[in-house]
């Protein structure tokens, strides 16, 4: 069951915040991130043996350093946003997300990510990821395709589509980013953990 505003105590699924960043601050990050960190083909197998697997994933990872002085200003704000999100889920977190996945899919190869969890409660382990984060980077109008979606919990369509929107969900949540079929999608993905349990 997902959430359309911030004054709710309901048990909820995700936590849409709207306008995060500017259309402007989103060219940077993503300026920044093309000029400064290498492209990777992105992988599955979280909390185990990673592995390429283009019929479940096909797209282009970069991952952001968060100690890079020219995004603290990013990372701040999505750490504020973060904090606001969870007095609405009421997770045990323990810290902020240092893992900062920058995405790029291209409608040229039908770029995607099937239906998967960014939780990995099979391996044991002291801490797992609980609240998943995700910022759009592109307009809407510049891209066909990739949408956001979560199994068994509709989006509404006029959310999480401008750039600058943020989508926090639990991270045990089967999601999925349809194929891109025209222009490219940027977005920007993070993790953060608590206590398995």
Same mark, same amino acid.
């Given at each position: 069951?997902?959430?359309?505003? @911030? ?14 960043? /500017? ?28 592995? !390429? ?5 096909? $797209? ?5 350093? &968060? #100690?890079? =002085? ?7 704000? =999505?750490?504020?946003?973060?904090? !606001? ?10 810290? #902020? $997300? ?6 790029? &899919?291209?409608?040229?190869? !039908? ?8 939780? $990995? ?9 609980? !609240? /998943?984060?995700?910022? @759009? ?5 510049? &891209? ?5 979606? +979560? ?7 006029? &959310? ?12 045990? +949540? ?6 891109? /079929?025209?222009?490219?999608?940027? #977005? ?7 206590? /398995?349990?």
């Amino acid at each position: 069951m997902g959430i359309r505003d @911030q004054h709710t105590t309901r048990m909820i699924d995700w936590f849409h915040c709207p306008a995060v960043l /500017t259309p402007k601050e989103c060219k940077m990050v993503v300026k920044h991130a093309q000029k400064r960190y290498e492209a990777r083909p992105a992988t599955t197998g979280h909390g185990g043996t990673s592995a !390429l697997n283009p019929q479940l994933r096909k $797209s282009t990872v970069r991952w952001l350093d &968060y #100690s890079d =002085l020219d995004l603290l200003w990013l990372f701040r704000r =999505l750490d504020a946003k973060a904090l !606001l999100a969870n007095q609405s889920f009421g997770l045990d977190l323990q810290h #902020s $997300s240092v893992e900062w996945q920058f995405t790029e &899919y291209d409608s040229k190869d !039908l770029e995607h990510y099937g239906w998967h969890e960014d939780s $990995s409660p099979r391996i044991k382990k002291p801490m797992d990821r609980k !609240l /998943t984060m995700i910022m @759009q980077l592109t307009e809407a109008s510049a &891209y066909d395709g990739g949408k956001f979606e +979560l199994r068994g919990d509709p989006i509404p369509d006029t &959310y999480f589509r401008n750039a600058g929107d943020v989508l926090f969900f639990r991270s045990a +949540l089967t999601h999925q980013a349809q194929p891109v /079929t025209r222009g490219i999608r940027h #977005s920007l993905v993070t993790w953060i953990h608590g206590p /398995t349990r």
